[in-house]
Structures are given as structure tokens and as C-alpha cells.
């Protein structure tokens, strides 16, 4: 400890309320404390730390009985140390507020020149404590962000290293072969060494190498540009090349993406274990169909075509999937809205018609997906006809109005429970159509058959939907 060359001379002639001034002023809180460590006066220089002790008596109680018990042996040496005159060393106590909070305080006591006083100062490391907790919590939130970000790094490597699409990619500036996952690898064979950075061009035949040196600079300058179709360098199998440009860092790199056409895209392109998994989508019971966004069969497995009743796939392919799905038109028209506006549709219950008459009912499901840069639709469709017929109707789960309305049983005469059992049954078909149209309530009428005035006036009955005034007044 470095004191005060010439004090006397410096401070002056200091009286004892200047004194006390002067130390209130250098601590949050200032103890005068006697030779056995309890407590003469106290003063705060902090209005918050005074307000947490309220109603606390601190003088002529020992120091140590104000702080947590685990903290006491800090109070005894600060003042035995103090006593002797050692130099003041800081050490943090937690005082207890009168809510019952820990506070932590910061002291150093020290001797007041040759009196058995001494004189303890405090700083409140509250504002200390809290800095820590929001310290602790960011790099717990950046721990949690890098943590997320690894995992997303290695999904998209695993995505990236397992996709059946030959991906590579590659140094926009240089063409250089930066990465090649295990599709581009299989492709290109011995003209890719792994690990080994090789122009892209030098991949191909040389009558293809200054188109697709063009072709990538097309991309690079434009950003897009068409498909090309060029000529490995091994083997001479024909590909679709499509690039796209992206920035990484401050680096800019092509995505390429190699599809193999013709011939050569078959067993190639896919795993076996996914082929496998085609050869059983086409062989199996259930019948499945691709069509595009309108509607529009582009491809059907041969399950698909025994339950329309058509002897081959160029006979339905280009033929809306609605020709034969759905027990109305509005019902096909119903399915795709909800498969457009809502993402996949599971277990929608329709009906199918054959050709020649045939009617089943099945169960729908179908999703979208994207083939190149071209969205399609997938419909797996399930006979339920027999499972319909097996299911007894008593184990179905009832909805609550319906429970609500056998706890009538007894308590009304028939007639009035038949009553209320049928307007029960009607808001529930209502309901049922209004969510399958999305609330269209020109198509919910006409999948109920009712006219659009009859649904207006049951939507009134019932409360159900907000009504216009042109509405309300067509009942």
C-alpha cells in the first residue's frame, strides 16, 4: 500500500465530520467498528443498499452477526489483520436484505490511526454480479449457437455426402473441384480423384470443354443460365449440367449439379436401397400417382391402373387424376386446395370411380415435391372399402357434443333427443365441409347439396362463421 506523502500538509487540519464525510464518500457503505468488531456507527453512500437494509439494526451489534454464516470467518480475520495493522485486504461478504436476498458486499477494514477504532469500507458488487450473469449467459447463448451450428453443418454434410444427385462443387474464379460427394464420385470415376482438386472442365470430352467454360462463366456473370448438356471425358456419357452461383465467406463458388440423361440416369442416379423402395411403390397394392400442380397424371404405378380400370399408362398419363378420384368434382377440387394451401394431406377420405363403374372407397394421402425446378404432386390412395365394412360403429370415438347429448337420455322425451341428435349431426357435417373447402362456402354447399341461401340460413341457426350483411340477408 502506497499512503500519502505529506498528509498534514495535503488535508489539513480535518475535524471529525469532514473525516466522516470523506469516508462515506469512498465507500457504498462505511462501518466504524470497535476493537471487538462491533459495529459503532454506519453510513451509506448508496440509497439502494440503505433501502435493502431498512428496518436492520446494525449498531452495537458484532459485525459478524450481520453477514451469512458461511462468510463469518472473513469478518474475524479482516479484523484481526486490521488490528495489527496489516495492509487491508479485500475480501466479499454476503449480507442478508430484509427480503431475505443475498447481497454481496466488497470489504477492507483498516485502522484509524492510533485509536482502537476502525473503520470498514464497502462496495456493493451487485451491479458486479449482474455484468457476471450477463456474461454467463451470453457465452451460454453463443455455446448454444455454435452448438446449433455444428449439428446444421453436419446435417447438410450428411445431406450434402448421401444425396443421389452427383453435386459438386466448385472455385468460381479458378473452376477448380473443391468438393465431389459420393454420387459425383461414382459418375466420374477415375477422371475425379478424391481429395484431389482437378479443373472442371478437364472432366469432360474436349469438344465440351469451351462450352461448359462459357457455360460458367454465363452463370458467373448473369447468375442463371439454361441447362447445358455436354460430354464426360470418361466414358462419353451425356449430362445435364446446371450451375448456380453462391457466396461463402469471401469466396464465390458454383453448386453444379450433374443429371445424367437417357440410359444412363438409370440405377445411377439412385441408390439401389431406393430403387428398391420404387420397385415397391410400383408393384405395390396401394395405388400411387404423379401429376403435376394442376392435376394432370404425369406417371401411375399398376395399382393405380386396375382401380381406374385402364389397361395402360399412356392411357391415363396427360388424364386429370379427378376423371377418377373423388365422388363429385368438388371433391378432387377440395384435395388439391388443401394440398396447395396447407402442405401434405393425410388419410383424406374420398371415392374412386373406374371406368367401366367400378366405386371404391379409399383413403388419400398426398404430398408435393419438387422434381428439377418443377413442382409435382404425389397421391398414395388406399382401398378402405373392406375395412369400412368390417369396422364396427360402435367403437368410434364420439365427439363431445354427441356425449353430451346421450347424458339427455332420461331426462327429455324422445322426440326432442332425436331432434337435438339431428342438429348435432347437421352442424358437424357442416363444420366438417367448411374446413376440407377451407371455408369456401360456395363449394362446402355443394359438397352437402344444399343451395348456397339453404347453407347461409343453417350457418345463421347454428352461429357458425362471421356473416356478412349480403350473406345474412339471402336466408
Not at 99 to 123: E, K, M, N, T
Not at 245 to 259: E, M
Amino acid at each position: 500500500m502506497k499512503a500519502f506523502k505529506a498528509p498534514r500538509k495535503s488535508l489539513g487540519n480535518l475535524n471529525a465530520e469532514a473525516a466522516a464525510a470523506l469516508i462515506t464518500a469512498a465507500a457504498d457503505v462505511a462501518l466504524v467498528l470497535d476493537e471487538g468488531g462491533v459495529i459503532r456507527d454506519a453510513a451509506f453512500n448508496s440509497e439502494d443498499l440503505a433501502a435493502q437494509f431498512s428496518g436492520q439494526r446494525w449498531v452495537n451489534h458484532p459485525w459478524a452477526n450481520t453477514v451469512t454464516e458461511e462468510t463469518r470467518p472473513k469478518i474475524e480475520q479482516m479484523v484481526a489483520e486490521a488490528k495489527v495493522g496489516d495492509a487491508p485486504r479485500w475480501r466479499q461478504v454476503n449480507h442478508v436484505s430484509s427480503q431475505g436476498d443475498s447481497i454481496p458486499v466488497l470489504y477492507a477494514a483498516v485502522q484509524v490511526g492510533s485509536s482502537s477504532r476502525l473503520v470498514a469500507f464497502g462496495r456493493d458488487l451487485r451491479p458486479v454480479s449482474a455484468l457476471q450473469q450477463r456474461l454467463v449467459a451470453a457465452q451460454q447463448a453463443m455455446e448454444r449457437d455454435y452448438s446449433r451450428m455444428r449439428q446444421v453443418e453436419a446435417r447438410y454434410r450428411l445431406l450434402f455426402e448421401m444425396s443421389a444427385e452427383p453435386v459438386l462443387i466448385v472455385d468460381a474464379p479458378t473452376h477448380k473441384v473443391l468438393e465431389a460427394n459420393g454420387a459425383a464420385r461414382r459418375v466420374l470415376g477415375p477422371a475425379l480423384k478424391r481429395g484431389a482438386a482437378a479443373s472442371l472442365s478437364d472432366l469432360f470430352a474436349p469438344e465440351s470443354r469451351s462450352a461448359v467454360q462459357a457455360y460458367l462463366g454465363s452463370v458467373r456473370g448473369a447468375g442463371r443460365a439454361d441447362d447445358l448438356r455436354a460430354r464426360l471425358v470418361d466414358g462419353g456419357r451425356e449430362v445435364e449440367l446446371a450451375a448456380s452461383l453462391f457466396r461463402q465467406d469471401a469466396s464465390t463458388l458454383f453448386l453444379v449439379r450433374l443429371g445424367l440423361a437417357g440410359r444412363d440416369a438409370d440405377g445411377i442416379l439412385l441408390p439401389r436401397s431406393k430403387a428398391k423402395i420404387l420397385k415397391l411403390i410400383e408393384t405395390g397394392p396401394d395405388a400411387c400417382a404423379v401429376t403435376d400442380p394442376s392435376g394432370a397424371i404425369i406417371t401411375c404405378n399398376i395399382a393405380m391402373l386396375e382401380m381406374a380400370q385402364m389397361a395402360t399408362e399412356d392411357q391415363v398419363r396427360g388424364e386429370s387424376l379427378g376423371r377418377w378420384l373423388g365422388r363429385q368434382s368438388i371433391e378432387f377440387d377440395v384435395l388439391l386446395g388443401n394440398l396447395k394451401g396447407r402442405g401434405p394431406v393425410r388419410l383424406f377420405a374420398a371415392g374412386l370411380r373406374g371406368e367401366y363403374g367400378a366405386r371404391l372407397d379409399v383413403e388419400v394421402s398426398a404430398a408435393s415435391f419438387r422434381d428439377g425446378g418443377d413442382t409435382c404432386f404425389g397421391f398414395l390412395i388406399r382401398d378402405v372399402g373392406m375395412r369400412a365394412t368390417a369396422a364396427p360403429a360402435i367403437g368410434r370415438e364420439m365427439p363431445r357434443s354427441v356425449e353430451q347429448l346421450t347424458e339427455l337420455i332420461g331426462r327429455v322425451p324422445l322426440k326432442d333427443l332425436v331432434r337435438e341428435a339431428t342438429d348435432v349431426i347437421e352442424r358437424m357435417c357442416i363444420e366438417t365441409a367448411l374446413t376440407l373447402t377451407n371455408d369456401n362456402r360456395a363449394s362446402a354447399a355443394e359438397m352437402l347439396g344444399l343451395s348456397r341461401q339453404s347453407l347461409y340460413v343453417k350457418l345463421r341457426r347454428y352461429n357458425l362463421g362471421d356473416l356478412g350483411a349480403d350473406e345474412a340477408g339471402r336466408g
